[in-house]
């Protein structure tokens, strides 16, 4: 019997309720793997679950895959034909690439992987990536995608490169923003794109600001630290699987460095994630209520804001307003 390899295309996501929460860094993950299985590779197959995408079929199945995009939690598969297929993972929605050969498995009635509901498969002659339990699936010319109704709304993504710390400072200090609560303006994906529930209590502690303040009431110096976390945060959980935690990276990167492995952050976290502490480190406060924090050993607690559970540290996150 052949043995097809698979990988799940999202990596240690948050968890609320025994449900995979991915954020920006783990849809950045996922279409790392999806492009290193189909870019630049013409489609030999493709099959939706929905009956009003089935008109796409065959136009994109003998079609290049030009890019895969990432614009927060949403990802954008481009095509050399000029269509691109977006699709927003939501709650439920995960993506998982196999190496198989050309026809290998018939993807409209693939559902070996437990009992998730296949809703959208592409395949070229050597992988197939599939996308289970999505609901935000559609298919738009490329060119039009700026009308999109989240597209067209969404702000900068956490992950792009070019964004700057400054410009996030300018963002917050805007007069669209500079009133909200930050337990709120993080979720905001109108602020920040790939911003969720995890990132916003790992970020407010990093930056030791209190959830209830807005951007108004904090001085210069907090609001430019809160601009560095937004950025630094999320990129670190993209580079190291999920770990928003220094001090369990520092640990970890101790125990790569006696055993004489690599020490990138990549690496270190797969050595972390070997560990049965791994879910129970790798973060700095969130999932973390009751326990001492890291820095202070003041108890971390929990609270719920904008319907979504929240930790942070009393003694490190400052609640004082500046003005």
């Known amino acids: 019997m052949r043995t097809v ?12 309720h025994g449900h995979a929460m991915p954020e920006g860094p783990e849809i950045r993950r996922a279409a790392d793997q999806i492009e290193r299985a189909l870019l630049g590779q013409e489609l030999t197959a493709v099959w939706f679950k929905f009956p009003a995408l089935k008109r796409f079929e065959s136009a994109l199945a003998k079609s290049q895959v030009r890019a895969i995009e990432t614009r927060g939690k949403a990802l954008l598969t481009h095509f050399a034909n000029d269509l691109t297929i977006y699709s927003h993972n939501q709650l439920y929605g ?28 592409l395949s070229t002659a050597g992988a197939t990536a ?5 609901s935000d699936i559609s298919v738009h010319p490329t060119n039009e995608l700026a ?7 969404v702000g900068p993504d956490v992950l792009d490169p070019g964004l700057s710390a400054e410009q996030l400072f300018e963002r917050m200090r805007s007069r669209r923003f ?6 709120t303006l993080l979720l905001d994906q109108k602020f920040l794109a790939g911003m969720g529930n995890y990132l916003r209590s790992e970020v407010l502690f990093a930056a030791r600001i209190g959830p209830d303040l807005r951007p108004i009431d904090l001085s210069d110096a907090d609001a430019r630290a809160l601009s560095v976390a937004l950025l630094a945060v999320p990129r670190l959980s993209y580079q190291s699987d999920g770990v928003t935690n220094l001090r369990a990276l520092a640990a970890d990167a101790k125990a790569a460095l006696d055993s004489a492995l690599p020490g990138s952050a990549r690496r270190i976290a797969k050595i972390a994630r070997g560990n049965d502490d791994y879910e129970a480190h790798r ?3 969130f999932d973390r209520d009751g326990l001492p924090c890291y820095d202070c050993n003041t108890r971390i607690e929990r609270i719920e ?18 003005h």
């Open 305 to 322: 804001r904008a319907g979504r559970r929240l930790y942070f540290c009393p003694s490190c996150q400052s609640s004082k307003r500046q």
């Open 147 to 153: 009308q999109h109704p989240f597209l067209s709304r």
């Open 178 to 183: 500079a009133r909200k609560a930050l337990s």
């Open 130 to 134: 599939r996308l289970y339990s999505a």
């Open 283 to 285: 973060f700095a406060v």
């Open 94 to 121: 995960i993506w998982r690439v196999c190496g198989e050969p050309e026809n290998a498995v018939d993807v409209s009635t693939e559902s070996s992987f437990s009992k998730r509901d296949l809703r959208l498969a």
């Open 5 to 16: 390899h698979c990988k799940l295309a999202t990596v240690k996501p948050a968890r609320i």
